[in-house]
T-cell receptor, first 113, second 114 residues
Framework: GAVVSQHPSWVICKSGTSVKIECRSL??????MFWYRQFPKQSLMLMAT?????????EQGVEKDKFLINHASLTLSTLTVTSAHPEDSSFYIC?????????FGPGTRLTVT | GESVGLHLPTLSVQEGDNSIINCAYS??????FIWYKQESGKGPQFIID?????DKRQGQRVTVLLNKTVKHLSLQIAATQPGDSAVYFC?????????????FGQGTILTVHP
């Protein structure tokens, strides 16, 4: 149980385009979902926290207009990287929490060319 | 606590040795701590957790020690195997499992040589 999936697992896009990443909790309802970003050989950095049906809370320094988060249901959150640039290339990891704990997805590798 | 974007320290051990990975945390209000294992290209995988009312917890081949006085956490892996090679992160959470934001530590790259 407590499986979190992400789609796609990797994506390559051209500079200036937008990319959407989906995060699903497969067998549980998540009260809260989180989005992290991880650059090579670095730790996970929290980008934003989202609760179903409400606006996401972004961490300091994360542009909310660039990283759009939609938490449509208790099992689905999406992260859209708008007008992507090469510096947005990173590993994006979502996480879903319920009362039992917090569970991580497998990550999405984004490469912007 | 803060997660810093520094390059990760490394630990190299021989297969069969015991490994000790250390982590310092900064938030005195944190009362729940987790160790994660992250293999290349994958998300973090839960290893073991400990609450602040404990100073030691054992799992299968792993032990977590918590020293609240100096805000230090360690992960001990017994009889380390090549499959243990990965990046290990400690994470802290104020308010237990239901509230607060999980903050990751710097991480340590563990390499196990056969």
């Amino acid at each position: 149980g407590a499986v979190v999936s992400q789609h796609p697992s990797w994506v390559i896009c051209k500079s200036g385009t937008s990319v959407k990443i989906e995060c699903r909790s497969l067998d549980f309802q998540a009260t809260t979902m989180f989005w992290y970003r991880q650059f090579p050989k670095q730790s996970l950095m929290l980008m934003a926290t989202s609760n179903e049906g409400s606006k996401a809370t972004y961490e300091q320094g994360v542009e909310k207009d660039k990283f759009l988060i939609n938490h449509a249901s208790l099992t689905l959150s999406t992260l859209t990287v708008t007008s992507a640039h090469p510096e947005d290339s990173s590993f994006y990891i979502c996480s879903a929490r319920n009362r039992a704990g917090q569970y991580f997805g497998p990550g999405t590798r984004l490469t912007v060319t | 606590g803060e997660s810093v974007g520094l390059h990760l320290p490394t630990l190299s051990v021989q297969e069969g040795d015991n490994s000790i990975i250390n982590c310092a945390y900064s938030n005195s209000a944190s009362d729940y701590f987790i160790w994660y294992k992250q293999e290349s290209g994958k998300g973090p995988q839960f290893i073991i957790d400990i609450r602040s009312n404990m100073d030691k917890r054992q799992g299968q081949r792993v032990t977590v020690l918590l020293n609240k006085t100096v805000k230090h956490l360690s992960l001990q892996i017994a009889a380390t195997q090549p499959g243990d090679s990965a990046v290990y992160f400690c994470a802290e959470l104020p308010g237990g499992t239901s509230y607060g934001k999980l903050t990751f530590g710097q991480g340590t790259i563990l390499t196990v040589h056969p």
